[in-house]
Protein backbone atom coordinates (compact mmCIF):
# COMPACT_ATOMS: atom_id res chain seq x y z
CA UNK A 1 0.00 0.00 0.00
CA UNK A 2 3.11 2.22 0.28
CA UNK A 3 0.90 4.27 3.43
CA UNK A 4 -0.49 3.27 6.33
CA UNK A 5 -3.99 2.71 6.65
CA UNK A 6 -5.67 3.71 9.73
CA UNK A 7 -9.73 3.91 8.37
CA UNK A 8 -11.06 0.42 8.66
CA UNK A 9 -11.98 -1.66 5.28
CA UNK A 10 -15.60 -2.28 4.00
CA UNK A 11 -16.23 -5.42 1.57
CA UNK A 12 -19.37 -5.34 -0.94
CA UNK A 13 -20.04 -7.26 -4.12
CA UNK A 14 -21.33 -6.83 -7.03
CA UNK A 15 -23.15 -9.37 -9.56
CA UNK A 16 -21.39 -11.99 -6.81
CA UNK A 17 -17.72 -11.00 -7.39
CA UNK A 18 -16.39 -9.78 -3.87
CA UNK A 19 -14.17 -6.42 -3.43
CA UNK A 20 -12.38 -5.21 -0.68
CA UNK A 21 -11.90 -1.51 -0.31
CA UNK A 22 -9.67 0.55 1.79
CA UNK A 23 -9.18 4.25 2.70
CA UNK A 24 -5.22 4.02 2.78
CA UNK A 25 -3.43 7.16 4.44
CA UNK A 26 -1.11 8.16 7.24
CA UNK A 27 -1.47 10.90 9.81
CA UNK A 28 -3.20 10.86 13.36
CA UNK A 29 -2.20 10.15 16.95
CA UNK A 30 -0.17 7.15 16.37
CA UNK A 31 1.69 9.22 13.57
CA UNK A 32 2.14 12.44 15.02
CA UNK A 33 2.35 12.06 18.60
CA UNK A 34 4.72 8.88 19.40
CA UNK A 35 8.31 10.37 17.68
CA UNK A 36 10.69 7.39 17.66
CA UNK A 37 7.96 4.55 18.00
CA UNK A 38 6.13 5.06 15.14
CA UNK A 39 8.76 4.34 12.79
CA UNK A 40 10.02 1.08 14.13
CA UNK A 41 9.19 -0.35 10.71
CA UNK A 42 10.73 2.36 8.92
CA UNK A 43 9.65 5.81 8.26
CA UNK A 44 6.21 5.90 6.19
CA UNK A 45 4.50 8.65 4.18
CA UNK A 46 1.14 9.77 3.73
CA UNK A 47 -0.38 8.62 0.26
CA UNK A 48 -4.18 9.02 0.92
CA UNK A 49 -6.13 7.57 -1.81
CA UNK A 50 -8.76 4.60 -2.16
CA UNK A 51 -7.73 1.12 -2.76
CA UNK A 52 -9.70 -1.56 -3.93
CA UNK A 53 -8.54 -5.59 -4.13
CA UNK A 54 -10.59 -8.09 -5.61
CA UNK A 55 -9.37 -11.87 -5.97
CA UNK A 56 -7.36 -11.91 -9.57
CA UNK A 57 -7.16 -7.95 -9.78
CA UNK A 58 -4.21 -7.25 -11.57
CA UNK A 59 -3.52 -3.26 -11.23
CA UNK A 60 -0.06 -2.32 -10.06
CA UNK A 61 0.23 0.85 -8.10
CA UNK A 62 2.38 3.67 -9.25
CA UNK A 63 6.21 3.42 -8.00
CA UNK A 64 7.03 3.96 -4.76
CA UNK A 65 8.75 7.29 -4.08
CA UNK A 66 11.24 7.56 -1.55
CA UNK A 67 11.12 9.07 1.57
CA UNK A 68 13.08 12.62 1.67
CA UNK A 69 13.42 14.52 4.88
CA UNK A 70 14.79 18.42 5.17
CA UNK A 71 18.67 17.85 6.76
CA UNK A 72 18.90 17.58 10.67
CA UNK A 73 21.69 20.31 10.81
CA UNK A 74 21.00 22.54 13.78
CA UNK A 75 22.72 25.25 15.31
CA UNK A 76 24.83 25.10 18.45
CA UNK A 77 22.36 24.79 21.64
CA UNK A 78 22.43 27.73 23.28
CA UNK A 79 20.48 28.59 26.88
CA UNK A 80 20.51 27.52 30.40
CA UNK A 81 19.90 23.96 31.54
CA UNK A 82 16.73 25.36 33.41
CA UNK A 83 15.51 26.75 30.36
CA UNK A 84 15.84 24.02 28.12
CA UNK A 85 14.37 21.98 30.71
CA UNK A 86 11.32 24.49 31.02
CA UNK A 87 10.88 24.23 27.32
CA UNK A 88 10.79 20.58 27.18
CA UNK A 89 8.10 20.73 29.78
CA UNK A 90 5.84 23.60 27.51
CA UNK A 91 6.85 21.44 24.17
CA UNK A 92 5.50 18.23 26.12
CA UNK A 93 2.32 19.58 27.02
CA UNK A 94 1.60 21.70 24.07
CA UNK A 95 3.39 20.76 20.54
CA UNK A 96 4.60 16.79 20.84
CA UNK A 97 0.69 15.94 20.51
CA UNK A 98 1.21 17.17 16.60
CA UNK A 99 5.28 17.37 15.99
CA UNK A 100 6.36 14.22 18.25
CA UNK A 101 7.51 13.57 21.38
CA UNK A 102 11.20 14.76 22.20
CA UNK A 103 10.78 16.22 19.32
CA UNK A 104 11.18 13.77 17.06
CA UNK A 105 9.12 14.85 14.15
CA UNK A 106 6.97 12.46 11.82
CA UNK A 107 6.92 12.59 8.23
CA UNK A 108 3.38 14.02 8.11
CA UNK A 109 3.75 17.90 10.03
CA UNK A 110 7.36 19.30 10.25
CA UNK A 111 9.86 17.85 12.15
CA UNK A 112 10.70 21.05 14.08
CA UNK A 113 14.28 19.81 14.84
CA UNK A 114 15.08 20.07 10.73
CA UNK A 115 12.92 22.93 10.55
CA UNK A 116 14.89 26.44 9.37
CA UNK A 117 12.46 28.26 11.56
CA UNK A 118 15.16 27.32 14.67
CA UNK A 119 17.88 29.00 13.79
CA UNK A 120 16.21 32.76 14.28
CA UNK A 121 13.76 33.46 17.33
CA UNK A 122 11.87 36.28 15.72
CA UNK A 123 10.81 34.01 12.21
CA UNK A 124 9.80 31.43 15.22
CA UNK A 125 7.42 33.44 17.08
CA UNK A 126 5.63 34.87 13.99
CA UNK A 127 4.77 31.22 13.98
CA UNK A 128 4.24 29.84 17.38
CA UNK A 129 2.91 33.19 19.00
CA UNK A 130 2.04 35.42 16.31
CA UNK A 131 0.12 32.26 13.81
CA UNK A 132 1.37 33.02 11.03
CA UNK A 133 0.20 29.52 9.66
CA UNK A 134 -2.76 29.54 11.09
CA UNK A 135 -4.77 28.71 8.00
CA UNK A 136 -2.31 25.85 7.63
CA UNK A 137 -3.28 24.31 10.99
CA UNK A 138 -0.94 25.56 13.22
CA UNK A 139 -2.42 27.85 15.79
CA UNK A 140 -0.68 30.46 17.02
CA UNK A 141 0.06 30.20 21.06
CA UNK A 142 -0.18 33.59 22.53
CA UNK A 143 -3.03 33.17 24.50
CA UNK A 144 -1.26 30.09 26.41
CA UNK A 145 2.69 30.83 25.73
CA UNK A 146 4.63 34.11 26.85
CA UNK A 147 7.16 35.26 24.39
CA UNK A 148 9.90 33.62 26.81
CA UNK A 149 8.35 30.48 26.76
CA UNK A 150 7.94 30.26 23.06
CA UNK A 151 11.50 31.22 23.30
CA UNK A 152 12.27 28.44 25.53
CA UNK A 153 10.41 25.93 23.58
CA UNK A 154 12.73 27.20 20.76
CA UNK A 155 15.87 26.17 22.48
CA UNK A 156 14.80 22.83 23.67
CA UNK A 157 13.82 21.74 19.88
CA UNK A 158 17.35 23.16 19.05
CA UNK A 159 18.99 20.82 22.18
CA UNK A 160 17.34 17.88 20.97
CA UNK A 161 18.21 18.33 16.96
CA UNK A 162 22.07 18.71 18.35
CA UNK A 163 21.31 15.14 20.70
CA UNK A 164 20.00 13.36 17.83
CA UNK A 165 22.57 15.24 15.15
CA UNK A 166 25.76 13.61 17.42
CA UNK A 167 24.03 10.39 17.92
CA UNK A 168 23.84 10.41 13.37
CA UNK A 169 20.06 9.74 13.72
CA UNK A 170 19.33 11.64 10.79
C1 LIG B 1 -2.79 20.52 16.51
C2 LIG B 1 -1.50 20.21 15.92
C3 LIG B 1 -0.32 21.12 16.22
C4 LIG B 1 0.17 21.51 17.45
C5 LIG B 1 -0.36 21.15 18.83
C6 LIG B 1 1.34 22.29 17.18
N1 LIG B 1 1.56 22.38 15.83
FE1 LIG B 1 3.11 23.33 14.91
N2 LIG B 1 2.37 22.81 13.11
C7 LIG B 1 1.21 22.11 12.89
C8 LIG B 1 0.98 22.00 11.48
C9 LIG B 1 -0.21 21.30 10.81
C10 LIG B 1 2.05 22.64 10.84
C11 LIG B 1 2.30 22.74 9.34
C12 LIG B 1 1.74 24.02 8.79
C13 LIG B 1 2.09 24.10 7.31
O1 LIG B 1 1.73 23.19 6.57
O2 LIG B 1 2.75 25.06 6.93
C14 LIG B 1 2.91 23.14 11.91
C15 LIG B 1 4.04 23.88 11.67
C16 LIG B 1 4.86 24.39 12.66
C17 LIG B 1 6.05 25.17 12.43
C18 LIG B 1 6.60 25.57 11.06
C19 LIG B 1 7.74 24.66 10.70
C20 LIG B 1 8.27 24.84 9.32
O3 LIG B 1 9.49 24.62 9.13
O4 LIG B 1 7.49 25.18 8.40
C21 LIG B 1 6.58 25.46 13.64
C22 LIG B 1 7.84 26.25 13.93
C23 LIG B 1 5.73 24.87 14.64
N3 LIG B 1 4.68 24.23 14.01
C24 LIG B 1 5.97 24.91 15.99
C25 LIG B 1 5.08 24.43 16.96
C26 LIG B 1 5.29 24.58 18.38
C27 LIG B 1 6.50 25.20 19.03
C28 LIG B 1 4.19 24.04 18.99
C29 LIG B 1 3.87 24.03 20.47
C30 LIG B 1 3.84 25.33 21.13
C31 LIG B 1 3.33 23.52 17.94
N4 LIG B 1 3.89 23.79 16.72
C32 LIG B 1 2.13 22.86 18.16
C33 LIG B 1 0.40 21.56 13.84
C34 LIG B 1 0.56 21.70 15.22
Known sequence: MQTGVIAA?????????????????????????????????????????????????????????????PPLDPPAATGTAEQIAAGGRQYGRFCGGCHGDAAYGSTVLPDLRRSALIVDGKAWASVVHDGALRNRGMAGFARVLSPEQIESIRRYVIKRANEDEALEDK
Open 9 to 69: PVTYSIKGEQYVAVLAGWGGVWALAPGILSEIAGPVRNVSRLLVYRLGGSARLPPESPVTR
